[in-house]
């Protein structure tokens, strides 16, 4: 990512952040909705796993100009998620779902500039991961 995209997500995750709630019930929404299968990767109660995906979401961002630091965050993450069942095709479901839910809850704010920023850090991230996978 460039220093402009890295600063439009920055941006525009600070002003959504108030939100953080809503995007991250919007996104299990959305991934449960389109693939009620993956449900069973999940627990029952996803309080914790809320919680989990906002802390995520906010390292993500904060470290974007520094991916070093989070790339070994990440490739543990990649090799827990081996663990758990998730394939290499699941990575791409979540993108969807995540870029669908930053867009409903951005709502009039939400742009074509955005999409394409919040997918290059997604895939970036995904990239991070399956890194991850692979030395698992």
């Known amino acids: 990512m460039n220093a402009d995209a ?3 997500v920055e941006i525009h995750f600070r002003s959504i952040k108030p939100l953080s709630e809503e995007l991250v019930t919007e996104f299990y ?3 449960f909705t389109s693939r009620p299968d993956l449900r069973t990767l ?3 109660h996803m309080a914790e796993q809320h919680r989990k995906l906002g802390e995520a979401l906010s390292l993500v961002v904060a470290s974007l100009r520094n991916q070093e630091h989070l790339a ?3 490739r543990e993450l990649g090799q827990r ?3 758990y069942g ?3 095709d699941q990575y791409d479901i979540v993108r969807d779902s995540l870029i669908s839910a930053l867009s409903r809850v951005s709502g009039q704010t939400w ?3 955005l999409r ?3 997918s290059s850090a997604i895939g970036e991230v995904i990239t991070l991961m399956a890194h991850g996978e692979v030395r698992g």
Do not use: A, G, Y
């Open 6 to 8: 890295i600063r439009r």
């Open 29 to 31: 929404s959305d991934l």
């Open 42 to 44: 999940f627990p029952s």
């Open 72 to 74: 070994s965050t990440l």
């Open 81 to 83: 998620h081996v663990s």
């Open 86 to 88: 998730v394939t290499d």
């Open 111 to 113: 742009s074509e500039q």
């Open 116 to 118: 394409s920023d919040w």
